[in-house]
């Protein structure tokens, strides 16, 4: 299969590839896939706590060439959104930027819900009662 | 540097020698007879190239000319085999003896027996390094088998099976014994004798020749086996397969025999060298990396390795001016990792990881020191972006994690 020129860049130079520290409250983690299925993505975001503004991302990708394609999209997407509005990211998109292949479609869901479940774990920290607990945990490490 | 893109997927498909080519282009326009014509000169020149293959084909397998059946490639041959045997000697039985890591051609025609409730097959397991166990193949069979096959050399992982012994045994038991030598035959000494094997497939595109054409060896003594043909018409080939000779593809599979034949020993050494350079080197300058396949019975050209923590398709990509495959899923289009990698017991995960080099007479040790570094190079890039290499690192052990898959 050919692969478009937009997903060979983003192979050939991912973006915001690396990982934040875990424990810093300001940072939600998403790691979607199993390594059983062949995709495992990793999506970091730090968050500004006041403005929910998300102000970078990293990435790790264990996955076919799309899958890494559309993680590093994904970096590029999210950064300066309101987290309300990252959370509306849509597959499609990913599919249209990078024009996937229907079999590749998977990828970009994979992408998709990396972004929820980065978002929902610096939720955990920040909305579900306990930003305290998160805090304290982070002074503990640190 | 040598010339790009590089092709080691030698067990895919390989070129045609020149030498072959050469054969057969008089049999496109100038010699073009119809071998069944046996009335003018045209229809004799064709049925002497035909006859002259024949031969060149039963040296390199060591059988008789007459024994030897053409067809359009070695998934007829294997549908021919199978679906022949059951069908002709079915008063005598319906049970079939096979192996789970047989070509599609193989494993589908099984199913396609059962499923019409022609046949029972068992499909043997093999050990972790893809091989038969001898000792399995006799215990599975029945006063009802009729066939055991059984093939010579795995596409994928280049393991050899202990092929003389499974036929002496089907033999003892009275089985007929088919075997799928697509990968073996021209590459390693087979002597159908020696190995008791009553029906052979080979494939011309498999070892220099050209695409869309093969052979059925069928044993005419010791004892005489019989097939039932799977396709009506005018009776070519003894009534075992009607159909008008393709004579150019014939000419160029009997051409392939021949110079494999003389040239086998050489070109095994050659292999062998550029094989084990390749395997050291992967293995000296990458951790964890693990080979599929025998450690000495496997095929010379062939090498399958698991790149663990980077997934197989991403790492071809990486490799876009070598051309090699790979078992993961994402290179499939059903979505699932390849079946005979996991059936050697290795994780989904490293069948993902899995790359398979075909090396072939073409390839030099330039090609090999190039193919070294890039795989190197892009197995530690890609590496550097898994987040499965940075848990691992971190100590995580990747078992024991919770994943949300879909
Ligand atoms: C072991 C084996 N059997 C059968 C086949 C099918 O051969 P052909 O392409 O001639 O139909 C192949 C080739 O893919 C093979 O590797
Ligand atoms: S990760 Fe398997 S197809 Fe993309």
């Not at chain 1, 249209?96 to 079999?103: A, D, G, Q, R, Y």
């Not at chain 2, 049999?27 to 002497?48: C, L």
């Not at chain 2, 052979?215 to 070519?236: E, F």
Request: glycine share 8%; hydrophobic share 40%.
């Amino acid at each position: 299969m050919a692969y478009s020129d937009k997903v060979i860049d983003h192979y050939n130079n991912p973006r915001n590839v690396g990982s934040f520290d875990k424990s810093d409250a300001d940072v939600g983690t998403g790691i979607v896939g199993a390594p059983e299925c062949g995709d495992v993505m990793k999506l970091q975001l730090r968050i500004n706590p006041d403005s929910r503004v998300i102000e970078d991302a990293r990435f790790k990708t264990f996955g076919c060439g799309s899958a890494i394609a559309s993680s590093s999209y994904v970096t590029e997407l999210v950064k300066g959104k309101h987290i309300d509005e990252a959370m509306t990211i849509k597959n499609t998109v990913i599919v249209s930027e990078l024009n996937l292949p229907p079999v590749k479609i998977h990828c970009s869901v994979l992408a998709e819900d990396a972004i929820k479940a980065a978002i929902g774990d610096w939720k955990k920290h920040h909305e579900d009662g306990e930003p305290a607990a998160a805090e304290q945990r982070k002074a503990q490490e640190g | 540097m040598p010339k790009l893109p590089i092709y080691m997927d030698n067990h895919a498909t390989t070129p045609v020698d020149q030498r072959v080519l050469e054969a057969m282009l008089p049999y496109f326009s100038e010699k073009f007879g119809n071998a069944a014509s046996r009335n003018h000169s045209f229809g004799w020149e064709a049925e002497e190239a035909v006859d002259r293959a024949r031969g060149q084909i039963a040296q390199l397998i060591k059988a008789k000319s007459k024994e030897i059946i053409f067809t359009s490639g070695a998934t007829e041959s294997d549908n021919l085999a199978i679906k022949g045997v059951v069908e002709f000697y079915k008063e005598k039985g319906d049970h079939i003896v096979t192996c789970v890591t047989e070509h599609k051609a193989v494993l589908d025609s099984c199913r396609a027996l059962e499923r019409a409730g022609k046949a029972t097959v068992t499909y043997l397991p093999v050990d972790k390094y893809g091989m038969v166990d001898p000792d399995a193949v006799r215990k599975a069979i029945t006063d009802r088998t009729v066939l055991v096959t059984i093939m010579y050399a795995n596409n994928e992982v280049g393991t050899i099976h202990p092929v003389a012994e499974i036929g002496r045994i089907a033999r003892e038991r009275g089985a007929v014994f088919h075997c799928d030598a697509v990968q073996a035959a021209g590459k390693i000494p087979v002597d159908v004798d020696r190995d008791h094997i009553d029906l052979l497939s080979i494939s011309a595109h498999k070892i220099y020749g050209p695409k869309g054409v093969g052979a059925l060896y069928v044993r005419s003594k010791g004892p005489r086996v019989r097939i039932t043909p799977q396709m009506d018409g005018g009776g070519h080939e003894r009534g075992m397969r009607s159909g008008t000779l393709n004579v150019t593809g014939i000419v160029g599979l009997g051409k392939a025999c021949e110079v494999a034949a003389s040239e086998m020993a050489e070109e095994n050494r050659r292999l062998l060298d550029l094989r084990d350079k390749l395997q050291a080197g992967i293995f000296e300058r990458l951790d964890e990396v693990s080979l599929n396949g025998h450690p000495t019975e496997r095929l010379p050209g062939n090498l399958n390795v698991s790149f663990a923590y980077v997934e197989g398709e991403s790492l071809l990509m990486g490799l876009h001016d070598i051309a090699v495959s790979s078992g993961s899923a994402c290179t499939s289009a059903t979505l699932e990792p390849s079946y005979v990698i996991r059936a050697l017991g290795v994780s989904d995960e490293l069948a993902h990881s899995s790359i398979r080099f075909g090396l072939g007479r073409f390839n030099t040790e330039a090609e090999v020191d190039f193919v070294t570094d890039r795989v190197t190079h892009e197995v530690k890039r890609l590496r550097e972006m898994s987040p499965l290499y940075e848990m691992a690192r971190d100590g995580i052990d990747l078992k024991s994690v919770q994943w949300k898959a879909e």
